[in-house]
């Protein structure tokens, strides 16, 4: 049973709009939150991280909010830019530890030129 | 920093025979973490280790899978015997075990069973 659902396989932005990726959890202990990216042939990196003590952190063109009501989190990009083609995959855990992750199916963004 | 070094890159085999994959983590991490990739279920944890020790192997799919670490900077993965839904995109990744240290993955193997 997927405790952390990424519900679009894929989604296509022009370059320069908004990508907005969204990811549903079921856990509600869940407390620290990741997204990582993924291009291919190469194992996913990570990209931004937020505490259930904040609802949004900002990393540059990078932002994620966090909507513990809804148990909801979505990962901003801003502008798109075709180097932003990649597969985000959403994670959660119960505390910062990286031994209990649980990652989501991940969703396929295209920034089309 | 060589980041996490997996071996094969494309491991294809028959069902029936052994499969061995291989990871050396970042130097100086100690935790290791051994992932599947599958289209229905994204990125499964199959085993992790803290200083060389199994902690958590819960995940490992069923007794053909076992996983080795015989020291700080190597560690396999052997699937015997292999079936073709053992098929999947392998990854291995390191991190520090304390504080938010986030994960650092291989570039993964990708397993073929036919």
């Known amino acids: 049973d997927q405790q952390v659902k990424q519900n679009s396989p894929s989604l296509s932005v022009q370059e320069g709009r908004i990508s907005i990726l969204n990811c549903d959890y079921t856990?509600?202990?869940?407390?620290?939150f990741l997204w990582y990216k993924k291009y291919p042939a190469e194992g996913p990196t990570f990209l931004i991280s937020i505490s259930s003590i904040k609802d949004k952190n900002e990393d540059g063109r990078f932002t994620v909010f966090l909507n513990k009501s809804a148990k909801h989190l979505s990962l901003h990009i801003v502008p798109s830019q075709p180097g932003d083609s990649a597969v985000y995959f959403c994670a959660a855990s119960v505390g910062t530890g990286a031994n209990n992750l649980f990652f989501g199916t991940g969703t396929r963004l295209t920034v089309i030129p | 920093d060589a980041g996490v070094i997996q071996s094969p890159r494309h491991e294809v085999t028959e069902m029936g025979q052994e499969v061995t994959l291989r990871c050396k983590p970042i130097?100086?991490?100690?935790?290791l973490f051994w992932y599947r990739q599958t289209m229905m279920r994204g990125l499964e944890l199959l085993i992790y280790?803290?200083?060389?020790?199994?902690?958590?192997d819960s995940g490992m799919p069923e007794d053909r899978f076992s996983a080795k670490m015989p020291n700080a900077s190597f560690s396999t993965l052997k699937i015997q015997p292999s079936e073709p839904r053992d098929s999947a995109v392998y990854f291995c990744?390191?991190?520090?075990?304390?504080?938010?240290?986030?994960?650092?993955f291989g570039n993964g193997t990708r397993l073929t069973v036919t």
């Open positions: 990744a390191s991190s520090f075990s304390y504080g938010n240290s986030p994960l650092h």
């Open positions: 130097s100086g991490h100690n935790s």
């Open positions: 856990n509600s202990m869940f407390d620290y």
């Open positions: 280790f803290n200083n060389n020790v199994p902690i958590d």
